[in-house]
């Protein structure tokens, strides 16, 4: 199983968990993350684990960009670790 790293491109969380430039690597569930943002990510995260690849611009890709359902207010940037 692939591992994918999650990347925080944007944080205005009201809790304050994530800070921007903070990074997880995913080698299985249950990340650090609170459960709203892993429920609205978890799907892609399955994927990309497994060797698919995305709907990312125009293009396919094994990465992923993706916002907190609290308003947007974490965005992240989710990528397979290669090697």
């Known amino acids: 199983m692939a ?4 990347t925080i491109t944007e944080s205005r969380c009201r809790c304050g ?5 903070q990074e997880f690597i ?3 569930l249950c990340p ?4 709203e943002l892993w429920h609205s990510i978890y799907p892609l995260v399955y ?3 497994n060797g698919a690849s995305l709907d990312y611009g125009s293009a ?3 990465q992923f960009d993706a916002a907190c359902p609290d308003g947007g207010r974490v965005r992240l940037h ?6």
Do not use: N, S, W
Request: overall charge positive; charged content about 30%.
């Open 32 to 35: 650090p993350l609170c459960h």
């Open 3 to 6: 591992k994918v790293k999650l």
């Open 60 to 62: 396919r890709a094994r």
């Open 47 to 49: 994927a990309l684990q």
């Open 78 to 83: 989710g990528e397979v670790c290669e090697g």
């Open 17 to 21: 968990y994530f800070r921007t430039g």
């Open 26 to 28: 995913i080698e299985d």
